[in-house]
């Protein structure tokens, strides 16, 4: 089987994603992560997709592993598991080749595999499995059943599956049987199986939703001893200057009304300028999108860095805050810096107030919107050292406020009046 890859750099911390040679994955991932692109940064870990949509693990490998937990009140859901202590490698072994369909492969298993992560749109189980090595340096994902079963039965494509084909009409897929069934006897064809990923919504969406959570959890792990924190916020950056570009997700006014608009052909960003940035906190539903968009609105200098998953990295004796390919519904991805001047939580109020936090209030504000593992000492130690250091370096706020521009206003002149 040939593999293929791409390199990406991620406030300075680089990843290769790997795939069949034959996968379409702009279709699937689109054009945000050519943003990302380059080969210059050290790898700290690869993703390895292996067969998407001929694939797919049955839920009874789940018996040779320990079952830790769900996680997360809503969509997605993360599932944690640890192969038994009596689990033969060799029996997983069997049953990941089976899935594939390569029975050429000697081992599947990356080195050391100890943790095995999913994640799921519904709650009853994983529709993917990532197994990693012992440093979560390497992870291979498989499809599993419940997958095929929530994209409509892709896998059976003797059944004649039907999908949305972007221009409103719902047909055939148009692949012979024998071509791309379950057994991988026939031989698949590589080039019809291809064009029907290309053209299916439903199915691209439901492969970026599991590869992009999946990048987002290896991203966290393999950064969290390395100054670095990948948190749940908005950012704003302001004062940057034009010459920066714009972002695959950029900003323009129209009528006094920011409006994100998703740009054909991005531009990488790699500006090393000194403009300020802030992150806001709180949970889903608070309001954080909408408070960023009131910066937007009222101040032209101001441009949104990232609309969900910002990174924040110490370098020497400063916090900057980064883009990244992860921006949730916003398309924002920017390849970009920001020296960080202030990290606000935001709670809805009646009223617009603004104050600085006491260093124990700040630790538990960030920390809170930063993934933690708390099972593997090293790197939980690791996010424990940076938030404690970022909290050190720029001030914390919490901000009750209305939905409305006097909050943008009162929130810009304390975070200005800091920067200065």
């Known amino acids: 089987m040939a593999y293929t890859g791409i390199s990406c750099v991620v406030a300075g911390h680089g990843f290769e994603i790997r795939f069949p040679d034959w996968f379409p994955y702009k279709d699937v ?8 692109s380059a080969t210059d940064k050290g790898r700290v870990f690869a993703l390895t997709l292996l067969e998407p ?3 797919y693990v049955g839920m009874e490998i789940c018996g040779l592993l320990e079952f830790i937990g769900k996680y997360n009140d809503a969509s997605p859901y993360t599932w944690i598991y640890r192969l038994k202590k009596d689990a033969c490698e060799n029996s997983i072994n069997d049953m990941l080749r089976e899935a594939s369909g390569d029975f050429s492969q000697e081992v599947l298993l990356p080195d050391g595999c100890d943790y095995v992560f999913g994640f799921s749109e519904s709650e009853d189980s994983p529709e993917c499995l990532i197994f990693t090595s012992r440093d979560y340096s390497q992870a291979v994902m498989y499809w599993t059943e419940s997958a095929k079963q929530a994209c409509g039965g892709i896998h059976s494509f003797s059944g004649a599956p039907v999908g949305d084909f972007g221009d409103g009409s719902s047909r055939n897929a148009g692949l012979p049987d024998g071509q791309c069934g379950a ?17 299916n919504r439903r199915i691209c969406s439901r492969m970026r939703f599991h590869i992009e959570n999946c990048l987002m959890l290896l991203y966290a792990f393999n950064t969290a001893d390395k100054d670095t924190v990948l948190i749940h916020a ?9 010459k920066a570009g714009c972002p695959v997700g950029r900003t323009e006014h129209s009528g006094g009304d920011a409006i994100l608009q998703q740009v054909s052909a991005p531009e990488a960003v790699r500006s090393e300028s000194a403009s300020c940035g802030a992150v806001f906190l709180g949970k889903s539903g608070t309001g954080k999108s909408t408070h960023a968009r009131l910066w937007l609105k009222n101040y032209p200098d101001c441009r949104l860095l990232n609309d969900d998953n910002p990174a924040i ?3 020497g004796e400063k916090a900057f805050v980064f883009g990244t390919p992860w921006s949730g519904k916003t ?3 920017k390849d970009a810096k920001s020296e960080l001047k202030g990290i ?6 009646k009223s617009n107030n603004i104050s600085r936090m006491d260093p124990i209030r700040s630790y538990a504000s ?3 919107s930063v993934s933690c593992m708390h099972w593997d000492k090293r790197l939980s130690d690791g996010v424990h050292d940076t938030v404690s250091r970022i909290i050190g370096i720029c001030p914390s706020f919490m901000l009750e406020c209305l939905p409305d521009d006097g909050a943008a206003r009162l929130c810009r002149s304390v975070l200005r009046d800091n920067a200065r």
């Open 344 to 349: 606000v939580r935001l709670r809805q109020a």
């Open 29 to 36: 991932l689109g054009e945000k992560y050519s943003v990302f």
């Open 366 to 368: 960030l920390m809170g």
């Open 183 to 199: 057994s991988h006897a026939c031989g698949p064809n590589d080039a019809l199986l291809r064009d029907y990923l290309s053209r």
């Open 53 to 55: 949509c001929k694939a």
């Open 234 to 242: 908005s950012a704003v950056e302001w004062n940057a200057p034009a």
């Open 331 to 333: 398309p924002c991805y």
């Open 313 to 315: 990295r110490i370098v």
